[in-house]
């Protein structure tokens, strides 16, 4: 699996006559780029052929293949087999071979492939607060899996990412992990989510996990798919991995409202022609071919061959672009933001990619994609400069041509006259400028989790933060809560990881709950990073904090006189939280004790507790309590309560009795 990568572009300068000392010139984009886009085309017709040697020693072997396209709302397909042993049950394409030797089997698969565009259907906002009720058949969706692992980073990433609406949510975890992650080949081997997090690099099955580690953590259902798609950059079409999340609502089943973002493609919203699927699972990992034998094979691996057969027509999206320098003319050493703005002139949500088609050099990322709400516009920034320029050559001024296009080749021209003498614009202006906008890219990545899942307000509450420095430049921070702070020095493309130890006691907030079982909660708990006074980050964390358990006991004053014999004796036990204990009733003057194990309730219930009293003397005997329990931490508690149980005197023919009736009781 390769991941999609813009061509790079050659620049030539093409001298024209301007004031007699000027030229203009422009960065062109290389040959290959002027090529059809198979990702604007509506359609495609494919030719795939799916094919494997076995080498068998086998009396019988089955070949299961999974991996293999079939219909959907994206793609129909039309199967050819060459072998009469094989047979389609249900969504699995079986081979059964008696003979041994060298084994071909392989199936052609006839596919016309539309451009699916699942956002069509969304032309209004759907809040994130009501994806929570979501159907039983998808909850599984939801939860964690072997590679979609359950991780507090995680989830306070997502939940920094969140907003009210879905859409956008989706938009801002989708941007986090293709702006954060690196894409690198030597990281093939799958990873679950919390290795991803941690690492930022991989294929692109390690962007689709951590992006579907994230949806899931806002209990939103994210599915894996598996197919092929067409490369840019090596031209072939290649196993392939991507995403799809549930958006339904408005009585949309659970087959429909599903939505693809292909991380690694920089498709959200929508897949291109060239994506076939083959399966949508729970998770990733899941085998292409299965092989059940007695004897010993020698399986050759799976080849995917697939040729386009016929082209469709190029889709044409009404977006209009505009494109604003912040100056028209500017020194030849400037940094230049340019504003472009797209407005969206269809009726539903879109995400567009657009880029820089032309320019003499680019600051940071020449493409951006951009969440278009319906008939709305948005804005983003480009930085220009000029890149590997003879200065000499512009003598006193260059005339830049600018070209910012979407994908669908709605394009805008402007053009900058970088000019000796004028303005100049350093590099930490031109971001500040962006900055301002409030569009700037975030240099620092900060997220925490707490290192329990609760404490007790005897505990220091330990926050675990991790920060990450994406700027050119090292730069002197601070990971604070209140007065608790670290300052450290990250440099550039460092991660550090910050511990916070904050006494539990003083961020607890009392809840007067009485059915919240002794707990005590802060809202929010709230991590701030901070570069001098502007602060770059906050993570917040929800902190349960659980009081210290206080158990008080005491005997009812009836139950303080008994007669000589079994007396059921009442306690009244008074508790903040729920626990097991054990009560252990000691008269010392007589060597008699009694433990029994009872369970308490949060409040004031009584307990009953048998004590023979025909081992203790006649009169008053100083009785000790002792109830011990533990917290969830595992720490042991006593509570101890002395009083006064006087046994009344009977009858000698009654003692006689209680001691024959207790004569083996010990």
Partial sequence: MRKREME???????????????????????????????????????????????????????????????????????????????????????????????????????????????????????????????????????????YTVDDSFIKNKAQQLATDDALETIY??????????????????????????????????????????????????????????????????????????????????????????????????????????????????????????????????????????????????????????????????????????????????????????????????????LFLKPLDETETFFIIYLENVDIKKCKQACIAQITIEDIFENSVSTAIRFEKGKTRIELEEAQAIVAAAGLEEKEIDFYCKTTKDFYYDYENITIDCIVENHANVAKELSVCNQDTCENFILFKNEKKEIKLEIPAAIVAVTNEDTEDQGIMKCLILCAIAREKKDVLGISCIDIVILKSPEIKIDMQKEAKEANYGDKDIQLIIESNTQTSAELIIEATEKKYSEKQGILIDKGIQTINIKIKTWKLNIGENPIHATLVHKDKNNKTYETKKDFILTVKDVSVFKKFMIRIIHLFDF
């Fill in 8 to 146: 790079k572009t050659k620049g030539i300068f093409l001298v024209l006559a301007f004031l007699a000392f000027s030229f203009v010139f422009a960065f062109l984009v290389d040959a290959s780029e002027l090529e059809p886009r198979l990702e604007t085309l509506d359609e495609l017709d494919l030719l795939m052929e799916i094919s494997s040697t076995v080498h068998s020693d086998a009396e019988k072997l089955i070949i299961n293949l999974t991996a293999f396209p079939l219909s959907d709302e994206k793609q129909q397909v039309e199967l050819e087999f060459d072998s009469t042993e094989a047979k389609l049950v249900d969504n699995f394409l079986i081979f059964e071979f008696y003979e041994k030797g060298t084994i071909n089997f392989n199936v052609k698969a006839r596919i016309k492939s539309i451009f699916l565009n699942s956002i069509e259907k969304k032309t209004k906002k759907i809040n994130l607060s009501n994806l929570k009720a979501v159907p039983e058949e998808l909850i599984k969706f939801t939860e964690p899996s072997v």
């Fill in 172 to 369: 801002r975890i989708a941007e986090y992990v293709r702006k954060n992650m690196e894409y690198n080949l030597e990281y093939q081997e799958l990873e679950n989510a919390s290795w991803i997090m941690q690492e930022k690099k991989g294929v692109c099955s390690h962007y689709t996990i951590l992006f579907m580690a994230l949806v899931r953590s806002l209990n939103i259902p994210a599915r894996y798919v598996s197919g092929v798609a067409y490369s840019n950059k090596e031209k072939e079409f290649r196993e392939h991995a991507w995403a799809e999340v549930w958006l339904g609502e408005d009585g949309e089943g659970s087959d429909e409202g599903w939505i693809p973002f292909d991380i690694t493609f920089r498709q959200y919203g929508w897949v291109d022609a060239t994506h076939i699927i083959f399966k949508k699972s729970l998770d990733a990992g899941e085998a292409s071919v299965e092989y059940r034998y007695i004897g010993k094979i020698e399986p050759q691996e799976l080849k995917i061959e697939t040729t386009i057969e016929n082209y469709g027509e190029k889709i044409n999206l009404p977006v209009e672009l505009k494109a604003e320098p912040y100056l028209n003319t500017t020194s030849i050493y400037s940094y230049l933001p340019i504003k472009v703005t797209a407005k969206n002139l269809n009726n539903y949500y879109f995400f567009l990619p657009v880029h820089v088609s032309t320019a003499p050099g680019v600051f940071g990322e020449t493409e951006k994609i």
